[in-house]
């Protein structure tokens, strides 16, 4: 990829937004929708990959309408989609509390979130079936928290001012999880849905310009199949693995999306990724997974390092513990720089600053990555019940990966990616520029602009596969007769997807290098979180861009793939993955040069106002950059969509 | 407390496949900090074992955190390893000593047979939840989630249920290889809550036919599987089960 | 009627009817163990009396005994095929054993071995009816305490053969084991579990197994003591 050439600009993309007020937009296009005849829908056949809240909720709604579904997953259940992993709380419109939330609020709330980068339009819908989402869970058996009077409990997240989060304990994404998986399970002895576990899509099938199948790889005998469809929906995920160390699960990959974007999809914003700040810091290099730890800590806990590089120092080789350090040499960085606010600054900032500090050499922990995040403050103020009782489940959670004690000694945070904004890019009616192909949940762009609110992904997941994409799949497949569009699979283009996949595999497996797939990514998370991470630069990026080609090429020449395709085998399974990452990191950093303006997750060095805030430039950059696949060597090109806010005014963020 | 690095050395279960008889095989991993986990020690292992042009071990693992119920390694004859309440991905290094030997097997039971080395095929769960773990409910028709209360104690107890991860430990704890935890959390998850209670007789007959059907073991209430479980289930589920399934046997029509 | 079949052959069914069974042959210990304890009167006049007095009250129910007895049959044959099946079928689940073989639950020993407590109780009752029941007369070195040989003379007999006291203590302290984790294991398998009685249930039915198996085992070993001090 030539960067310093002039980027390619291709046709503007249209989002096919409807027309009509916003509150009125989705009502108005549900019944503008074509519909399918209910005898006619077993005759289509629909893909769904990935079984997470989006595409687990997609596959059981898609089936339960009648359709035949044939539902891909990585795993060995369904039910291990990593959508199970998240902790806090999924937001929903429902003004339970009566503390004047609203389906606007909501929507409004997000919109800001994610700095005004996100589609008015999508946004409400949103937050429209953000309601019905509850209910459905409900009925379901999901066990949300209640109070004693049986009726449901909310609590406030971060970027709003009215509790409208419903929890299950620490693991309501995994309830939220079980309950699609149990309707997938259900529809799966019924016979509508076809499931498919242990297999990995590895390409897709494009015929005439539509989406009509996919290629697979077998994970247990190797081998590789053709599925055809009528509509092939992605749920597979984010790409946030691309850094290698992440919140993400070592299974999560961008595999599925990469090979639609090679196909001919666009792939949307992808230098938005998020980073959480407060996540168990990196011990050591072999690590092999970030552990988040709830944002809700920073109501009580004080951010802090040793005020001098010396202190730090002693910190960091173990002469010095954090309880000797005197209140007048501790450097409350965020308290200090944002007297308003203070710990409770936003993701970003609270993230930015944590790099900032450890940069001047403040760090501590043995790496010099890590701050403090100290509750003896609270316990003085509280009592350790109430702080027990506030965050004994956190506190449990981070002796056991730490085995220290953060009730005596303070705890040790580092910021970590933890989701993607950005992916496959979507029209209102969550189809791509590629016809039938659909994308759900984190693996496309739409709803969260530059930056995520905390439990708003669950709401999307589930509300694109519960209530958006059962209605919008069904007035594209009704264009498409049913039987004159049946395929075989075994089409030329069917064979030559396959022949493909076979091609790479085996080119894989006769590299016979030195290096282990794992040495790759590792290279490459440190490339992308030193250049591409926190605060980006002109300079750093384009030394990402120089740098990333080259792990690429080593890769190609030097990676040491074991054994055979035909066979249960997690290292090639691990080397096609790297191989699309490095693919990936690339467009990301190339994303992240094009755009210089700073705005949620993104933070362009260069656009900051005089307080060191993320400075947008909504003249120039108020669009969605779309990137088309031009060929391996070429420069992608670029097409923008143009956001329009016709019902909030756009606001610059200050948290002094 | 301070990290050190420690040396292990591991006896671990190789299979090839299915079909082929498997061996235990001894490896050397040294210099790891005993603040990596478990898993992180097997990748280390990996790594050196490619090195050394030898196939790496295959296991399951996923999440890394202890949710998704992917990993599946009995340490030492304990599912999980030591320590109560955690997965294998939770387990960490300086739960072991310098020079220790670790034996790592692969969960035993006929109805999870081995894939390769510790991985192991548990379809038949998801076998079970198909066969009526799950409420008749299609997206779109729900009342408002509020219409019916539901008291803290009985959604507080659904949800102890409900925490099950699906990762088999107390299947692989058993020694009747009986999978009556697993089917008696979903059984008792759903049946505590009012959306549940429907369909509960005809569930419990249909998951307890279908667990019979996948060939796990009978109940002999040793408690292990408590003991076992990562998230703490408690056997209390299964005499719920037991209970449901003898009144669902006397009332159910058919 | 294909419920009746699918209950009995499923495992909760079988379990259920071991519970069942097994719970109705604790009844039967106590009555048999009160009746044994008759056996701990010191004086040997008023002991045989009371002894053959409880054995011929039995006798004198003539149909309700053979009932009662069909009915014991019954309890036994249901609860020993069904563990026989159940064992079966557990060994079948866990083909392949573990290296290392290790327990991390909260129960005892007593709970990991029914099968073989069960299995030498079982050898043990093939005794006990043979010599007891069917024994009386066969044996021709019993002599008659007053006359005519009693189901008296026959117990003093053979509880003062040292191999015989032995292998009976064995089996009592056997069916301690057995009823250690019987007693509550009739309960959780019925699902009659609480958290407020399950703990006094689990008490209580330790308190029953020490009382009839050590009670037992202590009326086998006075009696053996007795004839031994003669």
Known sequence: MNYNAPVTEGAKLDGHIPEGPLAEKWTKHKFDLKLVNPSNKRKYRIIVVGTGLGGGAAAASLGELGYKVDCFCIQDSARRAHSIAAQGGINAAKNYQNDGDSVYRLFYDTIKGGDYRAREANVHRLAEVSRNIIDQCVAQGVPFARDYGGLLDNRSFGGAQVSRTFYARGQTGQQLLLGAYQSLMRQVHKGTVNLHVRKEMLDLVVIGGKARGIVTRDLVTGQIETHWAHAVVLGSGGYGNTFFLSTNARGSNCSAAWAAYKKGAYFANPCYTQIHPTCIPVHGDQQSKLTLMSESLRNDGRVWVPRTKEMAEKVRKGELTPEQIKEEDRYYYLEERYPSFGNLVPRDVASRNAKMVCDAGLGVEASGRAVFLDFSEAIGRLGEDVVRQRYGNLFHMYEKITAQNPYKTPMKIYPAIHYTMGGLWVDYDLMSNLEGLFVVGEANFSDHGANRLGASALMQGLADGYFVLPYTIGGYLATMPPKATELTGDEPEFREAAKGVRERIQRLLSINGTKSPLEFHKALGHIMWDNVGMARTEESLKRALDEIPKIREDFWKNVKVYGKNEEFNQNLETALRVADFLELAELLAYDALQRKESCGGHFREESQTAEGEALRQDDKFAYVAAWEYTGADSNPALHKEDLKFENVHLTQRSYK | ?254 | MSWIFKYVNSSIGKKQLMAVTGGCLLGFLLVHFVGNCTLLIPDEAARAEAFNKVADTYASLKFLLYVAEAGLVVLFGVHIVNALRTWRENRAARAAGYEVQTRVGDKSLPSFVMIYTGTFLLAWLVLHILTFKFGKGVFADIIPHDGQITLYDVVSFWFSQSWYAAIYVIAMLCLGFHLWHGVGSVFQTLGLRHPKYTPIIEFCGKCYAALIGGGNAIIVITCFLREACK
Not at chain 2, 31 to 50: A, C, H, R
């Open chain 2, 1 to 254: 407390m301070a990290e050190k690095n420690i040396s292990v050395t591991l006896k671990v279960w190789r299979q090839a496949s299915a079909d082929k008889p498997g061996k235990f095989e001894t490896y050397k991993v040294k210099d790891v900090s005993t603040g990596s986990s478990f898993l992180e020690m097997l990748d280390i292992l990996n790594e050196e074992l490619q090195k050394e042009g030898k196939e790496p071990f295959a296991f399951d693992n996923d999440c890394r955190e202890g949710i998704c119920g992917m990993c599946s390694l009995v340490i030492n004859g304990v599912p999980h390893g030591p320590g109560r309440g955690i997965t294998t991905c939770q387990l960490h290094m300086r739960s072991f000593k310098d020079g220790d030997v670790i034996v790592v097997e692969p969960w035993r039971a006929s109805a999870f047979p081995v894939i390769r080395d510790c991985v192991v095929n548990r379809d038949a769960f998801d076998r079970i939840i198909q066969a009526g773990g799950f409420t008749n409910i299609n997206a779109g028709s729900a009342q408002d989630a509020n219409a019916i209360p539901i008291g803290k104690a009985d959604a507080d107890a659904a949800m102890d249920a409900a925490a099950c991860i699906g990762c088999g430990a107390c299947v692989a704890a058993c020694k009747n290889a009986s999978a009556m935890l697993f089917v008696s959390a979903k059984v008792t998850h759903l049946a505590r809550l009012p959306q549940g209670q429907v369909e509960k007789r005809k569930r419990v007959l249909a998951m307890v036919a279908q667990m019979d059907k996948e060939g796990f073991g009978n109940c002999t209430n040793q408690y292990e599987c408590q003991a076992a479980c990562p998230k703490e289930i408690s056997v209390d589920c299964i005499a719920k089960m037991n209970r449901e399934y003898l009144s669902a046997t006397v009332v159910e029509p058919a």
